[in-house]
């Protein structure tokens, strides 16, 4: 018995020992692959960025930051949470910058996040179209606001599977739904009162969900014979005449539509073989508010 109970607890103690959290080393040229893999380059826009943009491919990781866009304030965020990496759902720009200098932002010098990237050592991998239109993206919307999908409204020339735009049914359970339930319910789940167009009264059953902007989703949504567009952003002369041709709209806010990726591409990295406790999703929420409502 007594040597029983040494084995029992030599086999505890080394199953909560070090060896049992042994981590093996993925190199950021590594993760960048395995992301492509979920994330084909294939499947992005031309002129996207997809993959590497900054950073040493033959470097091993040693934290990743996930964030929707890369800014010098996530660079510098990612780095003083011990991240190497910082992966983003946009690009860190579609035009090279011409010069680099250290700045708070973009908007002061165009290579200054290219500049806070290198001076702190943080690779920049950014997965933009490409996750757009991913089979794991297409689900995000819909279920998120109990919507059932059926469909790719603007899909890829390589695969009708994937594309833009989800079409979806109001669950039966929801039956019937009205503009204003689904304004007031994406206003429940995301925070942020939504801009809309359309009778709120008025009763859905067919809605076209879309993050980010909108573009060729709207007329798809119409040919679709959808009832409603939530979307991240849409023009106003667009949101304007489909609106007149009988589609609601529901406008969440860009950032809004799109915040919810960085969980799609967390789950990517730790799948990559990262360990969940070296992934941290940054917040960026708060990049802009409502002012309050104040009766005078």
């Not at 981590?23 to 979920?38: F, H, M, S």
């Amino acid at each position: 018995m007594v040597g029983k109970k040494k084995e029992q607890g030599g086999l505890a103690q080394r199953a909560s020992g070090p060896l049992s959290k042994q981590v093996n080393p993925v190199t950021v040229g590594a993760l960048e692959q395995a992301l492509l893999r979920d994330f084909p380059a294939a499947d992005a826009e031309e002129w996207d960025r997809t993959g590497i943009t900054v950073g040493d491919p033959a470097r091993l990781v040693e934290g990743v930051a996930v964030a929707l866009d890369p800014t010098v304030a996530a660079v510098e965020e990612a780095a003083d949470r011990g991240a190497n990496v910082l992966v983003t759902h946009h690009p860190a720009f579609l035009t090279p910058p011409d010069a680099f200098s250290p700045a708070s932002s973009v908007a002061a010098n165009p290579g200054a996040l290219v500049w806070a990237a290198v001076a702190r050592g943080v690779a920049l991998l950014s997965y933009h179209t490409a996750l757009d239109v991913s089979a794991q993206a297409q689900r995000m919307l819909p279920g998120m606001l109990n919507l059932s999908f059926k469909s790719v409204v603007v899909p890829l020339a390589s695969s009708r599977r994937k594309g833009y735009g989800q079409l979806c049914t109001v669950r039966a359970a929801d039956d019937p739904l009205t503009l204003g339930q689904l304004a007031a319910r994406c206003t429940s789940v995301f925070a942020r009162q939504p801009r809309v167009w359309g009778d709120f009264s008025r009763e859905l059953e067919r809605v076209v969900t879309c993050t980010g902007s909108a573009g060729e989703v709207g007329s798809a949504a119409l040919r679709a014979q959808a009832d409603c567009l939530v979307c991240g952003e849409v023009k106003y002369h667009d949101a304007l005449a489909l609106s007149q041709a009988g589609l609601a709209v529901v406008e969440l806010g860009h950032d809004t539509s799109e915040l919810p990726l960085t969980a799609i591409l967390a789950a990517a990295v730790e799948g990559a073989g990262i360990p969940g406790e070296r992934i941290t999703i940054l917040d960026q929420t708060e990049n802009w508010s409502y002012p309050e409502t104040t009766r005078v």
